[in-house]
T-cell receptor, first 115, second 114 residues
Framework: DVKVTQSSRYLVKRTGEKVFLECVQD?????MFWYRQDPGLGLRLIYF???????EKGDIPEGYSVSREKKERFSLILESASTNQTSMYLC??????????????FGQGTRLTVV | GENVEQHPSTLSVQEGDSAVIKCTYS??????FPWYKQELGKGPQLIID?????GEKKDQRIAVTLNKTAKHFSLYITETQPEDSAVYFC?????????????FGKGTKLSVKP
């Protein structure tokens, strides 16, 4: 059974803290993504990565950075957490779009609350 | 930028009725359109997808149609059951350089009343 695993289901952090959200996939996918999900706004792409050490900005990268040191792991970093970053964060992985099966697999989500 | 519009944002139906969710997309070059279902407390999961070389696809009680000319695609759920209650997202693939990215609609919260 294919799997994308996010390290935490729930997190509560204080304003100004540096926060790490970890994601691991076991499908040997090149592509990994971080989305933010807010009511009424759907899934918004924060950052994505097509390969180890590579990263690209998505639609809402401000206040975030990412790290991809190994193929299976993609980390989202909140440099200085703020209350407007309280949200559900979803990690996804996917084979390259040029391959026949291009389903994106999602983790279960991390609900982050910044107080 | 590229955009996917999804309607309605909420939908309530009686068990056994049909549900329809509609999406439009902006990039005429898009050629892959998946639909995801997100149950409470879980990540989204693919339920069906369609490619631009196909106009319609069906899998048991769910079906999707695609109109490339109108840049419009729809999800149909027939004989709805309470377990169909969830948030549904449409998506379209947009190409930037050598890679494709999925852009999602804002979601439809479907409630099926027993």
């Amino acid at each position: 059974d294919v799997k994308v695993t996010q390290s935490s289901r729930y997190l509560v952090k204080r304003t100004g803290e540096k926060v790490f959200l970890e994601c691991v996939q076991d499908m040997d996918h090149e592509n990994m993504f971080w989305y933010r999900q807010d009511p009424g706004l759907g899934l918004r792409l924060i950052y994505f990565s097509y390969d180890v050490k590579m990263k690209e900005k998505g639609d809402i990268p401000e206040g975030y950075s990412v790290s991809r040191e190994k193929k299976e792991r993609f980390s989202l970093i909140l440099e200085s957490a703020s209350t407007n970053q309280t949200s559900m964060y979803l990690c996804a992985s996917r084979a390259p779009a040029t391959q026949p099966n291009t389903e994106a697999f999602f983790g279960q989500g991390t609900r982050l609350t910044v107080v | 930028g590229e955009n996917v519009e999804q309607h309605p944002s909420t939908l309530s139906v009686q068990e056994g009725d049909s549900a329809v969710i509609k999406c439009t997309y902006s990039d005429s070059a898009s050629n892959y359109f998946p639909w995801y279902k997100q149950e409470l407390g879980k990540g989204p999961q693919l339920i069906i997808d369609i490619r631009s070389n196909v106009g319609e696809k069906k899998d048991q009680r769910i079906a999707v149609t695609l109109n490339k000319t109108a840049k419009h695609f729809s999800l149909y759920i027939t004989e709805t059951q309470p377990e169909d209650s969830a948030v549904y997202f449409c998506a379209a693939e947009f190409w930037g350089g050598s890679q494709g990215n999925l852009i999602f609609g804002k979601g439809t919260k479907l409630s099926v009343k027993p």
